[in-house]
């Protein structure tokens, strides 16, 4: 089946401990975004890439960052993470025609606890 | 920029039981989606619904776009149907902005 993956699913880091987050891609989308989604509120976009075209977020700290080497796969990572970055961490993908007016497909999710 | 209210905040039915959600939104729009999240975490993506009505199953929407409001039915609630339910919307951009959710507690 075709479908959005995400590893790990569950990640301990230590406070400013650099930690990447995976999240791979068999639907052939080309777009792909990072949401952070913290307890009891909606999903926060912050980040995504139209094929290789990179878009961040405004309001996105500069601790994240992310990568898109293919198609497949598209990378999170957070250079030194605080007590405040542990969320759940969605990632998302739409097949990227007119895309403001596609549905996503999201991934199970990485939930990040930092200590 | 658009704003999306989902009633109720909260929701609890026995099992068997029928429910309305609501999603309000603030300007028009090309794109609206409904979403549960499970316990785990898990988002799933449940109808894509700009305008009309659809049905899938037990569940059904529908979004009256010149009215600004969109409705998710569930009939006959499972334990299953747990979680929270998302409405989110995007305008002429490609984020999508989100309501706060309806969290539903189905008791057995």
């Known amino acids: 089946d075709a479908m959005v993956i995400q590893n790990p699913r569950y990640q301990v880091t230590q406070f400013g401990k650099p930690v990447t987050l995976s999240c791979s891609q068999t639907?052939?989308?080309?777009?792909m975004y990072w949401y952070q989604q913290k307890s009891s509120q909606a999903p926060k976009l912050l980040f995504h890439?139209?094929?290789?075209?990179?878009?961040n977020e405004a309001d996105t700290p500069d601790n994240f960052q992310s990568r898109r080497p293919n198609t497949s796969f598209c990378f999170l990572d957070i250079r030194s993470p605080g007590l405040g970055d542990a969320a759940m961490y969605l990632c998302?993908?739409?097949?990227?025609?007119?895309?403001?007016?596609?549905?996503?497909?999201f991934g199970p999710g990485t939930r990040l606890l930092v200590l | 920029g658009i704003q999306v209210e989902q009633s109720p905040p909260d929701l609890i039915l026995q099992e068997g039981a029928n429910s309305t959600l609501r999603c309000n939104f603030s300007?028009?729009?090309?794109?609206l989606q409904w979403f549960h999240q499970n316990p785990w975490g898990q988002l799933i993506n449940l109808f894509y619904?700009?305008?009309?009505?659809k049905q899938n199953g037990r569940l059904s929407a529908t979004t009256v776009a010149t009215e600004r409001y969109s409705l998710l039915y569930i009939s006959s609630s499972q334990t299953t149907d747990s979680g929270v339910y998302f409405c989110?919307?995007?305008?002429?951009?490609?984020?999508?902005?989100w309501g706060a959710g309806t969290k539903l507690i189905i008791k057995p």
């Open positions: 890439y139209y094929d290789k075209d990179f878009n």
């Open positions: 619904i700009p305008s009309g009505t």
């Open positions: 998302a993908t739409s097949r990227g025609g007119t895309y403001n007016q596609e549905t996503q497909y």
């Open positions: 989110a919307v995007a305008d002429s951009n490609y984020q999508l902005i």
């Open positions: 639907l052939n989308h080309n777009v």
């Open positions: 300007d028009s729009v090309n794109n």
